[in-house]
């Protein structure tokens, strides 16, 4: 199970003077299970690539596929594909606009002609899978916190039940507790299974969870590896506008400065490990 994007080129606005080629011969694959990370610049065509995943945007006339398990995205099956790839897009709370969660969490279950009795099973358990507390279905969603109103969109996409999950940012906008509760949710929903796919613009949320890296670059894929492989091209990076997480820099100023042969680090738990491996052989002094 897949979801593969074949030569791939979209154009914002074609035929105009704003004609704008955000995507340039795109192929990328992305298998069931994977925990992925999308990172680029500003306006590099991060949107642009994950709305081809499940439809929002087609390819040019002629310029490229998209085939989710398989089949072929059409202007047919479209509606479909979208119930098994979720799509949550940036600040999705700007979405929410029902008397209650309840139902704006139900929302999406309207074109499934479920009765009362199924779409609140859904809804319930749905709003336990983001640990959202039963109590606040029936409140105003603008009642809640910025972090539950997030999660309270979130859970209107996972109501369907889709095997894919695409997320655009979803931790941006939150304080650091919200931004922890979404990649926490991210996480144990690829545990039971769940391929995700999120854009990020925090380099330390990437290395800390994703398990794969897509670098996009002028609507190009400029960088495709593991979190440990992409974050080692600090200088390539910095020449593409992006940064390397905070705990690399730390341990590379480190290397610099103490002249010790200390090896490449991308995420906390393994720089505090270092640290006391270097300690125990005494080679660092604390
Ligand atoms: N609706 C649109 N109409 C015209 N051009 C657009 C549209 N949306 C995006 N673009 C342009 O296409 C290019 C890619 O945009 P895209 O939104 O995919 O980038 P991004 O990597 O998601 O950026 P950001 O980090 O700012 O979200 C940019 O040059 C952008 O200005
Ligand atoms: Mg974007």
Same mark, same amino acid.
């Given at each position: 199970m897949s979801i593969v994007l074949e030569n791939v080129t979209f154009t914002y606005m074609?035929?105009?003077?704003?004609?704008?080629? =955000? @995507?340039?011969d795109v192929s990328l694959s992305v298998e069931s299970g994977e925990f992925t990370a999308i990172i680029g610049h500003t306006g590099s065509g991060k949107t642009t690539l994950l709305q081809h995943f499940n439809g929002l945007l087609m390819p040019d006339k002629n310029k490229g596929s998209v085939y989710v398990d398989g089949e072929k995205i059409t202007k047919k099956n479209v509606r479909d594909v979208r119930m098994k790839v979720g799509y949550v897009f940036q600040y999705?709370?700007?979405q929410l606009f029902e008397e209650t969660v309840f139902k704006d969490i139900a929302?999406?279950?309207?074109?499934?002609?479920?009765?009362d009795e199924e779409i609140k099973e859904r809804v319930l358990a749905a709003a336990k899978t983001v640990d959202l507390?039963? =109590? @606040?279905?029936?409140?105003?969603?603008?009642?809640?916190?910025g972090g539950e109103k997030r999660r309270v969109a979130i859970c209107g996409v996972l109501v369907t039940n889709p095997s894919y999950l695409l997320l655009d940012e979803?931790?941006?906008?939150?304080d650091p507790a919200g931004k922890r509760e979404i990649m926490k949710l991210l996480k144990s929903l690829n545990d039971r299974g769940m391929t995700i796919v999120f854009i990020s613009h925090s380099m330390d949320d990437v290395a800390e969870n994703a398990r794969r890296v897509v670098i996009v670059n002028d609507g190009g894929i400029g960088l495709d590896g593991t979190p440990y492989e992409v974050f080692k091209n600090r200088e390539l990076l910095t020449s593409w506008g992006l940064d390397v997480p905070e705990v690399t820099k730390l341990f590379d100023d480190l290397r610099i400065k103490s002249g010790l042969d200390i090896p490449h680090v991308i995420t906390i738990s393994e720089g505090v490990k270092l640290v006391e491996k270097l300690k125990a052989e005494g080679r660092l002094k604390l």
């Open positions: 074609p035929k105009t003077p704003f004609e704008k080629t =955000a @995507l340039n999705p709370e700007h929302f999406g279950l309207k074109r499934l002609k479920l009765s507390d039963e =109590a @606040l279905l029936e409140r105003s969603v603008f009642e809640l916190s979803p931790a941006s906008g939150l």
